[in-house]
């Protein structure tokens, strides 16, 4: 079955009593059991009975499961937030004395996490250009956990070729960790590509008009630590399981996720064709548009979809607030593919707690707009944004 029918007719591990379409919300968290021996086989993995809602919840575990089918991967982890996908993943793969091999465009929680918070667990972080293969390949070493990088970079939008760095962390044995969440899992194949492991912020795309917060880690398994380390001890200790009613609302948003992403990325490219042609707008950048760097590459691993996401540049960083603060229509708001189009300064919010240098050295300049396209008319947004310019 092709992606958007597994959406739609995943089945439950279990019928539901009543025969109930959609799966219910299980707001519970405990569990009764016939027996002692079913309670040991479900909380040693023998059996798909939850446990405890800490760590396996119904209405989780159907989400999961959707997630599987349609990315045909081995194991689906469901987490509270993106971020909390991101940190479990890197808790289960490095250790104190290891390193990690990343970019330097990463998003600014991201580098926080890496730099920060497992450097004061004693993991070192490295970052390099990923788009120059000699400098990734004499950054690792025998101490390094993985290979770590946004498909798309926010608010950077570079892309790196995804075979390169597959192929380099097959040659270390270590696995390639993507943060895919710009495009949808759903449009491109991220395992094929070489991808071991996605990370995906499913407050975005996935939870349809930014519902609820979530996210997901999608493993192909070709690193079983992975899965010993987050099924039997992380999900335990950490405490970071999606909740049940995200998971709900995220099932239903997978349902109309083809559609709406299909809306989100045809107004994303046309708005960005018009902006092109605004004499105010000093820099427009979009994976999708022709003249882009990173157009053919982004083509080659994407196909025909380039993501919602654009940036333009003004002057300066005034005349940016001038613009945000003039809006009518466009939302003044952090977030990224919710079904209304959304406007951010990334240098003074995302970024605003690092230095200037720090920003400069990261790409991230204090002229450049975000914008997240949502689902409205384009006429309507172009139109808003032009009465914001003058």
Excluded: W
């Excluded at 539901?16 to 027996?35: E, I, R, T």
């Excluded at 790409?363 to 808003?384: C, H, K, P, Q, Y």
């Amino acid at each position: 079955m092709e992606k958007q029918t597994l959406a739609l007719h995943t089945q439950p591990q279990h019928a539901d009593v009543y025969g109930a379409l959609n799966m219910p919300v299980y707001h519970s968290a405990a569990y009764g059991f016939q027996s002692a021996e079913d309670m040991n086989d479900a909380f040693t993995g023998r059996s798909s009975n939850p446990s405890y809602s800490r760590v396996t919840n119904p209405t989780v575990t159907f989400f999961e499961d959707r997630v599987k089918q349609m990315s045909g991967a081995k194991n689906v982890y469901a987490f509270n937030s993106g971020m909390a996908a991101i940190a479990n993943t890197i808790v289960a793969l490095t250790a104190s004395g290891r390193n990690i091999v990343t970019s330097k465009h990463l998003f600014g929680n991201t580098v926080s996490l890496f730099t920060n918070t497992m450097g004061r667990f004693g993991v070192e972080t490295r970052y390099v250009d990923l788009l120059d293969p000699e400098q990734v390949d004499a950054a690792i070493d025998d101490n390094t956990s993985l290979i770590y990088f946004e498909i798309v970079t926010n608010p950077q939008l570079e892309v790196a070729d995804i075979s390169i760095l597959s192929e380099i962390a097959r040659r270390h044995n270590i696995p390639l960790v993507a943060d895919t969440t710009v495009i949808p899992f759903s449009f491109f194949d991220a395992s094929g590509l070489g991808i071991d492991i996605e990370v995906i912020s499913s407050t975005k795309y996935i939870s349809g008009g930014a519902t609820s917060l979530g996210g997901v880690v999608i493993d192909y398994g070709r690193f079983p630590s992975l899965y010993r380390s987050i099924k039997f001890e992380l999900l335990y200790n950490l405490g970071a399981y999606m909740t049940p009613h995200a998971a709900y609302m995220q099932t239903i948003g997978l349902e109309t996720l083809s559609a709406r992403y299909t809306v989100h990325a045809a107004n994303a490219l046309e708005l960005a064709k018009r902006l092109q042609k605004v004499p105010e707008i000093k820099r427009v950048n979009y994976i999708g548009l022709p003249d882009n760097p990173f157009y053919d590459l982004a083509r080659k691993q994407f196909g025909e979809t380039s993501g919602a996401m654009i940036t333009i540049d003004l002057d300066s960083k005034q005349a940016c607030f001038n613009f945000i603060n003039h809006l009518n229509l466009i939302s003044r708001a952090t977030n990224m593919f919710d079904s209304k189009t959304l406007a951010i300064h990334p240098a003074s919010t995302i970024f605003g707690a690092f230095a200037g240098s720090q920003r400069r050295a990261m790409d991230v300049r204090d002229t450049t707009i975000r914008l997240s396209v949502g689902l409205e008319s384009v006429n309507d947004l172009f139109e808003d944004i032009l009465q914001a310019l003058h």
